[in-house]
Each structure stands twice: as C-alpha cells, then as structure tokens.
Nanobody, 122 residues
Framework: QLQASGGGLVQAGGSLRLSCAASGRTFGLYVMGWFRQPPGKDRDFVAVVTSGGTSADYADSVKGRFTVSRDNAKNTVYLQMNSLKPEDTAVYYC?????????????????WGQGTQVTVSS
C-alpha cells in the first residue's frame, strides 16, 4: 500500500516536497516512480528511482528542477520539486514495480498511491 502526501498550493517559483510511504517489508525491492495527471489530460511520467536509490531518471520537463530520492529504512520515496511552474499543476501519484524495462510506462507499475494535488499559481 502506498500513501502519497505533501501536495498543496504554492506560487510559481516555489518548492514542495512530496512523500510516498509504503507498507510492507519489501520496499527496497521495488523501483519507485512518480507520475502526474494535469487537469483534463493523461497521466504522464515524472521521475523514477531504482530500488537501491543509486540511479534516477526524469521527464525532460522537470529535469534540473525535480529530484527523486528514497529512504529504504523508512519505506519512503520523495519528490523534491523546486522552481515550480503553473504547468506543474497536477495530481501526483507514486507507483511501485518490480524489475526493470520501460520505467516510463505507467502500465508496468503494479501498485499506486491515491494521488496528491499540487497547484502552482502564477
């Protein structure tokens, strides 16, 4: 089970840190991803971190502004979002999967959090 939190309303240029807490004792075996769904649009890939936390990848739209990290001792993955823009407004979801492959493909993730709303005002 995944529980996302940390969303809210922030002005453009501001920062937020999202958290996603996982239950269970096998968190460290899962690749963790972040996706987002803007209003009226499809859900898109944002960031992913490998099971050990040693490698990460980002969507081009957030590179240099967002950082994904994880603390396996706390069963938690984070998404630090800086220099936020109005176009970052979306519901943000964390997701988990075993193994590798197309880590940008939401259909390959097995478990999903409930989503947390991020709204960036101009």
């Amino acid at each position: 089970q995944l529980q996302a939190s940390g969303g809210g309303l922030v002005q453009a240029g501001g920062s937020l840190r999202l958290s996603c807490a996982a239950s269970g004792r096998t968190f460290g075996l899962y690749v963790m991803g972040w996706f987002r769904q803007p209003p009226g649009k499809d859900r898109d890939f944002v960031a992913v971190v490998t099971s050990g936390g040693t490698s990460a990848d980002y969507a081009d739209s957030v590179k240099g502004r967002f950082t994904v990290s994880r603390d396996n001792a706390k069963n938690t993955v984070y998404l630090q979002m800086n220099s936020l823009k109005p176009e970052d407004t979306a519901v943000y979801y964390c997701a988990a999967r075993r193994g590798y492959g197309d880590l940008h493909n939401e259909n390959q993730y097995n478990y999903w959090g409930q989503g947390t709303q991020v709204t960036v005002s101009s």
